[in-house]
């Protein structure tokens, strides 16, 4: 049943992503030549000119939205994974598009044809085209998404959920989901070991139903669609049975390590003369995806330089004028493959705050700042001159904040993974500070972000980042 209705709802995006792509596609012919918005120069096209191409475009719509992978359905996906989505899957579209009506125009259509403009698409239509099916696009699944969410919060459609596990981990499951109802998950129950000993009382008015033996006469008995597997690492041995018990069953598994003594990068599988060989700490930025982010970095770098040099000079002005000593402050950092370098922040301390102290953890109202330093700090203003770091190489836009080798030396010895997230380039901004932690935050919740990040790498994933950062990464509360 649970299936049948994921396909209804997939089939129901797919009808919707036509649609809209056909309408934004003649609302962009519209825009271009008759809603006097844009002065034409070179004449009007038939409107049948354009009608002949909106089969293709209600075919490559949803074509490129698979492609991308918008609709494998996730009851987690936020918002802005839906913006970053239809973005990336219409921009594939448009290309797409080029391509096709170019390559029939070019091949299979006689010159008559291609005189009288059968095919032709103007530049701007596919701009204006790309624009308003981002739009449509976003309003439908916001739309699908509010009327869902409704749905489940009264209770309709719910999606029954069975815990693996009643320790810490399995709590937190529990916990994650009562407190997003939108999700449309209930859960029914925890199935551990210690149902043998008795005396156990389940979590939050969920019943202990019975053992990890038990798991497959329960799901089938309770009707489960999901199990997740929170099983502590000393029982990770018990996960195998588990998991081949459930695959007898209709229902998707999920596994919750504890990611702070599980977690490797991605492996890949090598060769060493004929003999496999499993590298579990591979990360997807290698090759041409290197590539595509230090161009990335460069350009969005340059031009931010370019835009704020007058900011940044009087910014350097004020802090030179208020209190004693050099306006820039460097300080030794770790980056790329556990190298050294030297980071550019704008002074936001007394001269020599550290001189007796030694490297101290910042702190709220810290007392070695200045007045004009405590807004820097707030603002995140300080960080402004590593845009210099990353046109050098030194640092990329999005990527684990760096920490300062005296840290760095104690957290390695007692958090597993630290030196992971060594891999990449140390960022300006990263996916563990737009989701909050940072200043004197969870050092450990910090690296399970950042490890996050490293395996989960995309360009849609840094531009998201960035824009988190831009929306809520000012004046975090956690910024000193």
């Known amino acids: 049943m649970v299936r049948r209705y994921n396909r209804l709802l997939v089939a129901l995006h797919v009808g919707a992503d036509t649609c809209t792509g056909i309408l934004a596609f003649l609302l962009a012919y519209w825009v271009r030549f008759h809603s006097g918005l844009i002065v034409v120069t070179k004449g009007y096209p038939p409107f049948q000119q354009y009608l002949w191409v909106t089969p293709l475009v209600g075919a490559l719509v949803p074509l490129a939205f698979h492609l991308h992978g918008l609709y494998r359905l996730r009851r987690g996906r936020s918002r802005i994974d839906d913006f970053f989505g239809v973005l990336v899957g219409s921009v594939l579209a448009v290309v797409l ?103 156990h009382l389940g979590y939050r008015g969920l019943p202990l139903l019975g053992t990890l033996g038990d798991a497959a006469e329960i799901l089938q008995r309770e009707k489960i669609d999901h199990l997740y597997v929170a099983l502590p690492l000393e029982e990770h041995v018990k996960m195998l049975t588990l998991v081949e018990n459930a695959n007898r069953e209709i229902v998707d598994i999920r596994v919750v390590p504890d990611l702070l003594q599980m977690i490797s990068l991605r492996a890949r599988l090598e060769d060493l003369d004929g003999l496999p060989i499993i590298n579990i700490h591979d990360v997807p930025l290698r090759g041409l995806n290197a590539v595509l982010k230090r161009g990335m ?17 009087v910014l350097l002005l004020i802090i ?41 953890w910042a702190v709220e109202d810290d007392p070695r700042c200045t007045p004009i330093g405590q807004f820097l700090r707030r603002s995140n203003m300080d960080e402004l001159p590593q845009l210099w770091n990353v046109l050098c190489g030194d640092m990329s836009l999005v990527g684990p904040r760096p920490e300062r080798p005296f840290f760095v030396d104690q957290f390695k010895q007692r958090i597993p993974q630290y030196m992971l997230r060594h891999k990449v380039r140390a960022g300006l901004t990263g ?7 940072r200043g004197n935050t969870s050092i450990e919740k ?35």
């Open 97 to 199: 598009g080029v391509v096709s009506t170019l390559y029939v125009q070019t091949y299979y259509f006689p010159d008559p044809l291609k005189d009288r403009g059968v095919f032709e698409v103007s530049q701007l239509v596919w701009g204006l085209f790309l624009v308003l099916n981002v739009v449509l696009s976003l309003l439908t699944r916001l739309a699908v998404r509010d009327w869902l969410e409704r749905r489940w919060r009264a209770g309709i459609g719910l999606k029954r959920v069975l815990v693996a596990g009643a320790g810490d981990l399995g709590r937190l499951v529990v916990d994650r989901i009562l407190e997003h109802r939108e999700l449309g998950l209930k859960v029914i129950g925890f199935v551990d070991d210690k149902a043998e000993a008795g005396g």
């Open 297 to 313: 970095d460069i350009a969005m770098a340059s031009a931010s330089l370019v835009a704020l040099a007058i900011p940044m000079a």
């Open 320 to 360: 030179r004028v208020t209190s004693p000593g050099a306006a820039l402050f460097r300080q030794e950092r770790m980056g790329l493959d556990g190298k050294p370098f030297h980071v550019w922040k704008f002074r936001s301390m007394y001269d020599g705050a550290e001189r007796e102290s030694g490297p101290v």
């Open 431 to 437: 996916w563990a500070q737009v989701n909050g932690w």
């Open 446 to 480: 910090r690296i399970e972000y950042d490890l996050y990040y490293i395996e989960n790498w995309s360009i849609t994933l840094d531009l998201k980042i960035m824009w988190l950062t831009v929306v809520k990464g000012f004046f975090h509360k956690h910024a000193y």
